[in-house]
T-cell receptor, first 111, second 114 residues
């Protein structure tokens, strides 16, 4: 079983839709959870950072962590064409600095 | 503006040639990292450095070398021993090399073989 699983998509939605992106993980030592957005030919940009179970909201983005189920989600409300990108989940924990990434989900928001 | 600058954006390597990718940060971060990104494979860690004059191998260090002589600079050399170097290379940094510190990325260098 891979440490982090992320559906690669592609995911295509109409403008204004609510988007749900998900990752599951197997390592119970993971305590810190991140979502990155990566545009084509660019580096990943940190969108959300959480370290506890529950929800964290930032504008149109909500990050959700369920440690009991080892499941994290990123919700995008009122999606825009500018949200079209690859979304990467990443996590770390314990004494290990190392970030473990999902493979990314390619999202297209159609005008 | 603070950030991470990678250069060049595109690089071509000939057979048997070593090439060096530059990474400079002005965020005053102690820790720096190099990743390789291949389609469908996600990000894989090549090398990391938690402090000046110290660095450790990541998951796929073979065929690569690094140095960390200055806090703001962490160049990566892709040697001729790396048989499949075509990839997108990403440099990152964090305040410290701790698991609770998110990493911030540069815009990458795309390396191709001539």
């Amino acid at each position: 079983q891979k440490e982090v699983e992320q559906d690669p998509g592609p995911l295509s939605v109409p403008e204004g839709a609510i988007v749900s992106l998900n990752c599951t993980y197997s390592n119970s030592a993971f305590q810190y959870f991140m979502w990155y957005r990566q545009y084509s030919r660019k580096g990943p940009e940190l969108l959300m950072y959480t370290y506890s179970s529950g929800n964290k909201e930032d504008g149109r983005f909500t990050a959700q962590v369920d440690k009991s189920s080892k499941y994290i989600s990123l919700f995008i409300r009122d999606s825009q064409p500018s949200d079209s990108a690859t979304y990467l989940c990443a996590m770390s924990g314990g004494s290990n600095y190392k970030l473990t990434f999902g493979k990314g989900t390619l999202l297209t928001v159609n005008p | 503006d603070g950030g991470i600058t990678q250069s060049p954006k595109y690089l071509f390597r000939k057979e048997g040639q070593n090439v060096t990718l530059s990474c400079e940060q002005n965020l005053n971060h102690d820790a720096m990292y190099w990743y390789r990104q291949d389609p469908g494979q996600g990000l894989r860690l090549i090398y990391y450095s938690q402090i000046v004059n110290d660095f450790q191998k990541g998951d796929i260090a073979e065929g690569y070398s690094v140095s960390r002589e200055k806090k703001e600079s962490f160049p990566l050399t892709v040697t001729s021993a790396q048989k499949n170097p075509t990839a997108f290379y990403l440099c990152a940094s964090s305040i410290e090399g701790m698991s609770n510190q998110p990493q911030h990325f540069g815009d990458g260098t795309r390396l191709s073989i001539l």
